[in-house]
């Protein structure tokens, strides 16, 4: 009691005001995809912390979270599509899409970060032991997740290619 951390669910930083001016108003989607990905990366950090100590509550605070995220990434599609109602020049268009594809994913790795914790609870109630070699996998796939959200916060700052093929190997090694 008194401890708890408070997430508001409803977005922080999108303003029916700026849908008038589209630069604005993809501003104050940068900010909010930006909470998203601080939000996606404390239930990622918080899940791989069950793998080897598992506490019921952790995972709470994980499922916690994740309805915040969902709310997140509905809201910002919905604002999204009305800002698409506007005239944009081609380069905010690109940026709209953009920003459309990126709630999704950031999205989608929260629903799997509650899978994961989900998984780490049968774990623990089963008393499963994992080999040295399932932990070095474990290990590697955590750190090429963490370096993704890493790229991708770096991403809605600045377009870079190269993070963006970054990103898409690591999926792939991860897969």
């Known amino acids: 009691p008194g401890d708890a951390d408070v997430l508001p669910i409803w977005p922080e930083f999108l303003n029916e005001k700026n849908l008038d001016d589209p630069e604005r108003a993809l501003e104050c989607v940068r ?18 912390s069950l793998v080897e100590d598992y506490k019921e509550g952790r995972r709470r605070n994980i499922l916690y979270i994740e309805p915040v995220v969902d709310n997140l990434r509905m809201e910002m599609v919905q604002y999204l599509w009305k800002l698409s109602c506007r005239e944009l020049s081609p380069e905010l268009s690109k940026k709209l899409f953009a920003y459309t594809a990126i709630v999704d994913d950031i999205e989608r790795l929260g629903d799997h970060t509650v899978t994961f914790a989900n998984l780490c609870r049968v774990k623990s109630r089963r008393q499963i032991a994992f080999s040295p070699f399932a932990y070095e996998e474990l290990s590697v796939i955590e750190r090429l997740i963490t370096e ?13 290619l190269e993070k963006i093929r970054n990103i898409n190997r690591r999926e792939d090694d991860v897969d």
């Open 31 to 48: 900010k909010e995809v930006g909470r998203e990905i601080l939000l996606t990366e404390k239930m990622f950090t918080e899940s791989v």
């Open 148 to 160: 993704n959200l890493q790229d991708a916060a770096a991403l809605i700052e600045r377009h870079d």
